[in-house]
């Protein structure tokens, strides 16, 4: 981590950050877990009880919510937003604004060198197959198989590789 940068990044203590990662400016991580020699870009916020993997690469202005684990040497494009409630609400039926305890996170599994392009959208409770493509600005409604290329909305496996 490079400790010219550390004025302009928001990382908890209870982050828990591997060998020769490199944190860019103006990022957020809380409770996160940042495996060994990977790249996390500007304007990337990784929240509590997320995992990264070794050697990844999560590019600018990506947005990993609490539940997402991606393996290692996954490569996450510009603009990524992974989402972990199906049906999320700001208030309860009472009109009382919703806390952690109001919704279950959903998990989503993100396998081993998978590349996923900028403006993607990944929904929650999925799981993108080993080395699969997803491409840029698709949105991910349901797993993606082992080495496959999906795109569009809703993405679609267009063939594998």
Request: proline share 2%; glycine share 12%; aromatic share 6%.
């Amino acid at each position: 981590m490079n400790d010219a940068n550390t004025n302009f990044q928001s990382i908890a203590p209870d982050v828990k950050i591997g060998k020769d990662v490199k944190i860019f400016k103006f990022v957020n991580l809380y409770g996160c877990t940042i495996d060994d020699g990977s790249k996390i870009g500007s304007f990337v916020e990784i929240q509590k009880n997320a995992k990264i993997g070794k050697n990844c690469k999560i590019s600018s202005h990506t947005f990993i919510c609490e539940g997402v684990e991606i393996e290692d040497s996954v490569f996450v494009g510009h603009g990524v937003m992974f989402i972990n409630d199906l049906y999320p609400r700001a208030t309860n039926e009472d009109g009382s604004m919703q806390t952690d305890t109001d919704w279950q996170v959903v998990k989503t599994t993100i396998k081993e060198g998978v590349s996923i392009g900028s403006g993607a959208t990944i929904l929650g409770g999925i799981t993108i197959g080993k080395k699969a493509i997803v491409g840029a600005g698709a949105v991910v409604t349901k797993d993606v198989p082992e080495g496959a290329i999906v795109v569009g909305n809703p993405a679609k496996v267009i063939r594998n590789i």
